[in-house]
């Protein structure tokens, strides 16, 4: 009996010391684990710390930004160059309110002329070459005018480009 107690008891003695080494292996693995989540997270951690610093230089940079321009008095400068622009604006539209005007007319004065002309005969060959020369004229001014008028809504496009921040911050 007393071999099968101590069997019994070095069995019992194998499982606890097995039992002990498994625990052990489990903890090493959790350390070893923890070790590199903590490794992870301290680059993490100075990774933002520095990101952190360097917005906060930046806000420090607005911030400063911010005083000097609110210390400066621009309102002056800002409220003539608007008045200013919106004298432009009205006499750019002035001008292009004048020239539609004017192509309308000749628009007019051509269908008018196109619709009044007799139709030429056979035998009038000079009649036809001056209503060639009058449509040739009036096709001249009338493309004339449409440059005129490109000219002025490109102008009046940039200068409505340049008021519409103004009146925003108005």
């Known amino acids: 009996m007393t071999d099968k107690t ?3 008891a070095l069995e019992d003695a194998r499982a606890r010391l097995e039992s002990a080494m498994s625990r052990l292996a489990q903890e090493v693995a959790g350390a070893r684990a923890a070790k590199i989540t903590t490794a992870k997270l301290s680059a993490e951690k100075a990774t933002y710390e520095s990101r952190i610093a360097s917005l906060e230089q930046e806000n420090l940079k607005l911030h400063e930004q911010v005083a000097t321009l609110s210390l400066q ?5 800002d409220d003539g160059a608007l008045a200013a622009l919106k004298e432009e604006k009205q006499a750019l539209e002035h001008n292009y309110n004048l020239l539609k005007r004017q192509y309308a007319t000749l628009q007019d004065e051509m269908e008018a002329r196109e619709d009044a002309a007799p139709a030429p005969e056979g035998g009038d060959a000079e009649m036809e070459a001056k209503l060639r020369g009058e449509n040739a004229e009036l096709k001249k001014a009338i493309m004339a005018l449409k440059a005129e008028r490109d000219t002025i809504r490109d ?6 480009a340049k008021l519409e921040p103004l009146v925003k911050e108005a």
């Open 73 to 77: 008095d621009n309102t002056a400068a």
């Open 155 to 160: 102008e009046l496009d940039t200068a409505i």
């Open 6 to 8: 101590n069997n019994s």
